[in-house]
Nanobody, 113 residues
Framework: VQLVESGGGLVQAGGSLRLSCAAS????????VAWYRQAPGKQRELVAI????????TYGDFVKGRFTIARDDTNNTMYLQMTNLKPEDTAVYYC???????WGQGTQVTVSS
């Protein structure tokens, strides 16, 4: 299984980024997929998760309507559209899938004030 994130970078507060996660070696349409993030010195936390078939989504409390998770099962890709970014959103963002439990290598998001 390989999960490859892209789309991270440096953005000013209030800006937007779109993260992508390309999956291979997995039956993507049969997997729940999610985004997690980890800031320096902090625990990894759930950003958003989307169920099989996009039936349901769940977001971390800190998202407050700013992020949208989506999946494209035809292209084995998951997305995270992030808007109104804040400096506290600075972290490495990881793609996660299950089954089987799989993690990407992460993409850095840095939000400057």
């Amino acid at each position: 299984v390989q999960l490859v994130e892209s789309g991270g970078g440096l953005v000013q507060a209030g800006g937007s980024l779109r993260l992508s996660c390309a999956a291979s070696g997995i039956t993507f349409s049969d997997a729940a997929v999610a985004w997690y993030r980890q800031a320096p010195g902090k625990q990894r936390e759930l950003v958003a998760i989307i169920s099989i078939g996009s039936i349901s989504t769940t977001y971390g409390d800190f998202v407050k309507g700013r992020f949208t998770i989506a999946r494209d099962d035809t292209n084995n890709t998951m997305y995270l559209q992030m808007t109104n970014l804040k400096p506290e959103d600075t972290a490495v963002y990881y793609c996660y899938a299950v089954p089987p439990v799989s993690w990407g290598q992460g993409t850095q998001v840095t939000v400057s004030s």
